[in-house]
Structures are given as C-alpha cells and as structure tokens.
C-alpha cells in the first residue's frame, strides 16, 4: 500500500504561483506518478505524469505554466503551478500507478492522496 500525503495548496490571485508537494512512504522506482484535478461536479482531469524514466505529459490547459518533477531520494513528487488562471482552482490530487509506464487516465492509478485545495482570486 503507498501512502501519499499533498501540501502546498492554498489561494492565490491570478498570474501567481504555487508549488503542491507529494510525500510518500515508499520509493518512486518504477512508478509512474501523476497529478489530477478535480472540481464538484466534474470528472478528475489529469495534468501531468512523470514516468520513470523521467518524461513528462501535460494537459493542454497547463502546458508551459506547470512543471512535474520528482525527487527520488526524498520520495517528493511535485507540482510547480505558474501564472495560475481563474480556470486552475480545484482539489488537485497526487496518484501513483504501480507501472513505469504513463497513461494520463485516473482510473489507471492505484493509489491516491487526500488533496490539497488551489483557489485563485
């Protein structure tokens, strides 16, 4: 079982930015790991993957304002959230899928943190 706990959520106004971190009580070696959003009402939308061997995908609504990465030896994924817009805020949640390869599908992982809520002014 792999343990996920979120931070870093929080508000802030339009054109800011904040960084949501992903701690996990096991190593990130052979996983792939991603980040998912949701609001009430709609479907958990994902956002960024990161694979093994260290590539990425991206929805099209954040491509060159989010940035995935992980550190391995911390067991840290993050999430770097810049220029948010009005459209951004909801629980964005992290998830592991016990495979290396990626698929940007939420009922493809396995296991999910609690979420951290982004709101923006």
């Known amino acids: 079982h792999v343990q996920l706990v979120e931070s870093g959520g929080g508000s802030v106004q339009a054109g800011g930015s904040l960084r949501l971190s992903c701690a996990a009580a096991?190593?990130?070696?052979?996983?792939?790991l991603g980040w998912f959003r949701q609001t009430p009402g709609k479907e958990r939308e994902g956002v960024a993957t990161?694979?093994?061997?260290?590539?990425?995908t991206y929805a099209d609504s954040v491509k060159g304002r989010f940035t995935i990465s992980k550190d391995k030896m911390k067991n840290i994924l993050y999430l770097e959230m810049n220029n948010l817009k009005p459209e951004d805020p909801a629980m964005y949640y992290c998830?592991?899928?016990?495979?290396?390869?990626?698929?940007?599908?939420?009922?493809?992982?396995?296991?999910w943190g609690q979420g951290t809520q982004v709101t923006v002014s």
């Open positions: 998830a592991v899928r016990l495979s290396s390869v990626c698929y940007n599908r939420a009922e493809t992982f396995e296991y």
């Open positions: 096991d190593t990130y070696t052979y996983y792939c």
């Open positions: 990161i694979d093994d061997d260290g590539s990425t």
